[in-house]
């Protein structure tokens, strides 16, 4: 198997980890939990005034703004959140949030007010934000992230999406998606944990023996043979009918 370390190459898998992770986490936090009404899903897209008005912190502060309103309320705060670039140039975000039937979203920019009466700072002071309610959450998220590709070129330090609110065992559950296909074939979800010396069977400890040798390697690429037989992929694709398995 032949894998290339060119620019194009590393940028398509990145993407195709991240679609992985964001639609995991999407159906994960649609998930109601037995004898609780569905969460209500609420899009959210956050925008800068300038084109380089972008900062590392800024998604971070917005989301410890949002946590805050979420504790204040006792309402789990469950979210994802995926990164893009406009057209003009500018930094944009695309964040999904499942509140509790009855709880209505605040404006992002605009001044809340605590239980107690203060206002609280918005959420995103940076710019303006547009929010509704939405069916298929994740269908937004997925729709922007097939934008991306091997010549988008985010600002240096920016994270591409983030997730928040995932209990254990939808960790878990989210890991496993993202596990190589020989892995998912014989592995259930929480079987495997990821080390540095590679996967550990939890409940041995037993290390597995790497599923591939490198044959050749180089800046440019290297080339692997596989060490055992590799599974054919069983399901056409991260976000296809894959949720019936749940």
């Known amino acids: 198997m032949f894998v290339s370390f060119s620019k194009s190459a590393v940028a398509v898998r990145r993407v195709k980890r991240l679609k992985c992770s964001v639609w995991a986490s999407g159906k994960l936090h649609s998930l109601s939990k037995a004898g609780f009404r569905d969460s209500v899903c609420w899009f959210v897209t956050l925008t800068y005034v300038g084109v380089r008005d972008w900062k590392a912190n800024h998604m971070s502060k917005a989301l410890l703004t949002y946590r805050h309103w979420c504790k204040s309320l006792s309402i789990p705060c469950k979210y994802t959140w995926v990164a893009e670039l406009q057209s003009r140039g500018a930094v944009h975000y695309h964040l999904l949030c499942w509140l509790p039937v009855g709880v209505s979203m605040p404006f992002w920019d605009k001044l809340t007010r605590t239980t107690k009466g203060a206002y609280r700072e918005a959420f995103w002071p940076h710019g303006m934000t547009n929010t509704q309610k939405c069916t298929s959450g994740v269908g937004y998220l997925m729709k922007y992230l097939s934008k991306l590709g091997e010549l988008t070129v985010f600002p240096k330090g920016l994270r591409l999406y983030g997730i928040g609110g995932l209990d254990e065992q939808a960790r878990m559950c989210r890991s496993w998606f993202n596990l190589p296909t020989w892995a998912k ?50 399901w056409s694709g991260v976000y296809s009918t894959y949720p019936k398995a749940y």
């Open 185 to 234: 074939s014989e592995y259930g979800v929480g079987e495997l944990l990821k080390k540095p010396c590679g996967f550990v069977v939890r409940a041995t400890g037993e290390i597995l023996a790497p599923a591939f040798a490198i044959t050749q390697k180089c800046r440019e690429y290297m080339d692997l043979q596989p060490t055992r037989e590799i599974p054919e992929k069983w």
